[in-house]
C-alpha cells in the first residue's frame, strides 16, 4: 500500500519561513511527477508547485520568488521551501505524486492527508 505523509504545519508569523516534506513510502514501482497544492477555507484546491523526476518546477504566480520546490528520488520526497509567508498563504497543503506502484501496470494520483498552514501575527 503506498502512503504519502506530510510534515512540517505550523505556526508562522508574516514574513517568516517554513519547510514542508512529504514522503512516499510502500510498493513503490516508479516516481513520475510530485507536486504542492493548498486548500484554503472556502476555496477550491489549487496547485503551488510542480517537479519533474528530472528536476524541472513549475511554480503559481501568488507564489513566485517566494516557494521553492525539490525533491530527493533517492527519498521518495519533496520539499516545499516557503519564505516570506504572508497570511493569504494560509492552508491546507496536501502533497501529490504521479506514481506506479508495484502491483499496477500504470501511473495513478497519490494523495497526503493535508498539513496546516498559518500564518498570522
Known amino acids: 500500500q503506498v502512503q504519502l505523509v506530510e510534515s512540517g504545519e505550523g505556526l508562522v508569523q508574516p514574513g517568516g519561513s517554513l519547510r514542508l516534506s512529504c514522503v512516499a513510502s510502500g510498493s513503490i514501482f516508479s516516481i513520475n511527477s510530485m507536486a504542492w497544492y493548498r486548500q484554503a477555507p472556502g476555496k477550491q484546491r489549487e496547485v503551488v508547485a510542480t517537479?519533474?523526476?528530472?528536476?524541472?518546477?513549475m511554480s503559481a504566480d501568488s507564489v513566485k520568488g517566494r516557494f521553492t520546490i525539490s525533491r530527493d528520488n533517492a527519498k521518495n520526497t519533496v520539499y516545499l521551501q516557503m519564505n516570506s509567508l504572508k497570511p493569504e498563504d494560509t492552508a491546507v497543503y496536501y502533497c501529490n505524486a504521479v506514481l506506479r506502484s508495484a502491483t499496477d501496470t500504470s501511473y495513478s494520483n497519490y494523495w497526503g492527508q493535508g498539513t496546516q498552514v498559518t500564518v498570522s501575527s
Open positions: 517537479i519533474t523526476t528530472g528536476g524541472r518546477t
